[in-house]
């Protein structure tokens, strides 16, 4: 029905003197089908007094809904949550809309959320009988495209001003250790090149084999930067099992260890003359936990609200690249954090 009413319109809708026209009207419903099925494109029409909605078969396999008529109600149980109000407004208005309308939202289709991009005409145009038409875009993959686009964006964000708070408190800390400026730019000046030391171990370098490293190792590198005098024994204690750390893991161990340290020299126990950090390891041939352990600093409240970029992006890198889990534990006396990974993944 929906193909041979939008085949009609394209055939007939040219009212030009035969003489008049560039291109032969080759657009019958059989080809418009095919052109739509190449694009991707699935079809529906609105009966705007019955609110009916017919829809193609690739709409149909979209929405996951069985074949027949169906209305906005029917689509509604299969629009996420988050964005069933505004979609609902959105088609409560459309026929007052000016010219061409589109609107962007997620579905559930099973478990699987896909992004659907809704398109048609409104104020009546292009209405036939008592139909409207429009169609639907699959825009899953532009829209996955797009959060990672703004994924990246936000990590390069709130990775710079990291950096800015981590020479920050680099000097305070080294301000606090010694008695001279000429101490003081000595000491800033081999934290801060520990600090690039600890990059350039986990920086992929193109056409090198595929690096491994101590996981002691690289947690002595990482953290050399915030110990007050030296690591195993004052500030800052590692106490962790030889195990090998692939080079893809050691990028996302890095950034779980900045990200910690980073808020623990703003608000833990490195951000006192007194406060001390122990890293230690426990694992078999299977699994490791890592735990994160700070005391002698500030006391500890939970945090309140949603969780903020920076622990996002751990859980997300964690979860993503490790395939394990991060689990915060804010103990009065100093925060401790517990990463859980496979084994396998760790060394891969």
């Known amino acids: 029905m929906l193909g041979d009413v939008l085949g009609t ?4 809708g040219d009212r030009e003197e035969p003489e008049k026209r560039t291109a032969p009207a080759v657009w019958d419903a059989n080809r418009l089908r095919i052109a739509t099925e190449a694009a991707g494109v699935a079809l529906w029409s609105w009966n705007v007094d019955t609110d009916a909605i017919y829809m193609d078969e690739r709409a149909h396999g979209l929405w996951g809904v069985p074949l027949g008529p ?30 061409a309308y589109e609107i962007d939202f997620r579905i559930l289709h099973g478990k699987e959320v896909r992004w659907v991009s809704a398109r048609g005409r409104g104020d009546d145009q292009g209405i036939v009988g008592r139909l409207m038409f429009g169609v639907f ?23 710079v001003k990291n950096l800015f708070t981590i020479a920050s408190a680099l000097t305070v800390i080294s301000e606090r250790s010694t008695s001279t400026t000429k101490e003081m730019s000595k000491d800033l000046r081999l934290r801060l090149a520990a600090l690039d030391r600890a990059h350039d171990l986990v920086r992929p370098v193109l056409g090198d084999p595929k690096r491994a490293a101590q996981l002691g190792d690289l947690l ?10 030296g690591l195993d ?59 994160w352990r700070e005391r002698g600093g500030p006391e500890v409240s939970p945090p309140n609200g949603h969780a903020g970029f920076g622990s996002r992006l751990m859980t997300n890198a964690v979860a993503g690249q490790l395939g394990g889990t991060i689990v915060f534990e804010w103990l009065s006396e100093g925060v401790t954090v517990v990463l859980r990974t496979s084994r396998a993944r760790l060394g891969g």
């Not at 532009?142 to 936000?154: L, Q, S, T, V």
């Not at 692939?246 to 910690?260: I, K, Q, R, Y």
């Open 137 to 159: 875009l699959d825009v899953t993959e532009r829209k996955m495209a797009e959060e990672a686009r703004e994924m990246i964006a936000g990590e390069m964000g709130h990775r």
């Open 9 to 12: 319109l394209l055939i007939h």
């Open 220 to 229: 002595a590198v990482l953290l050399a930067p915030y110990a007050g005098g």
């Open 233 to 291: 024994g004052e500030r800052v204690r590692i106490d962790v099992p030889e195990l090998l750390v692939g080079e893809a893991s050691a990028t996302t161990l890095a950034l779980v260890v900045h990200e910690l340290a980073t808020n623990s020299i703003k608000y833990g126990s490195l951000s006192t003359a007194t406060g001390t950090l122990d890293v230690s390891c426990v694992g078999d041939d299977h699994g490791a936990a890592v735990t």
């Open 70 to 99: 169906v209305t906005f109600e029917d689509l509604s149980a299969h629009i996420h949550p988050e964005d069933l109000d505004r979609v609902r407004a959105a088609f409560a208005s459309t026929r007052e809309v000016l010219g």
